[in-house]
């Protein structure tokens, strides 16, 4: 089975800027997709950002120009660059990876191996 394990979050300043790694072990191909996700307790999985295929990438339009994310050429760690933070970016954030699909991935039924989640808390 593919392993996925993050890190990185934390308590930061609005504005800040905080940088997520996801650490990947096991079979997985560049074809597959890597995804972060996020959830506030209570609401629905939220879907942040995607890449595959080394550089190709999709985010969600309310972090679309403040949030990077990058796969490195190994394919062993994936990074989330969070710039410009917001209280309302606050939430725990999932990274997962897809064995059973090829290219971007939008929705989380598409990923069959995810993390425990590290916790992002934007607030002053």
């Known amino acids: 089975q593919v392993q996925v394990v993050e890190s990185g979050g934390g308590l930061v300043q609005p504005g800040e800027s905080l940088r997520l790694s996801c650490a990947i072990s096991?079979?997985?191909?560049?074809?597959?997709?890597i995804g972060w996700f996020r959830q506030v307790p209570g609401k629905a999985l939220e879907f942040v950002a995607t890449t595959c295929y080394d550089s190709e990438t999709s985010y969600a339009g309310s972090v679309r120009g403040r949030f990077t994310v990058s796969r490195d050429n190994a394919k062993s760690m994936v990074t989330l660059q969070m710039n410009s933070l917001k209280p309302e970016d606050t939430a725990k954030y999932y990274c997962?990876?897809?064995?059973?699909?090829?290219?971007?991935?939008?929705?989380?039924?598409?990923?069959?191996?995810w993390g425990k989640g590290t916790l992002v808390t934007v607030s002053s």
């Open positions: 096991g079979r997985i191909s560049t074809d597959n997709p």
């Open positions: 997962a990876a897809s064995s059973s699909y090829v290219g971007l991935r939008l929705t989380a039924d598409g990923y069959d191996s």
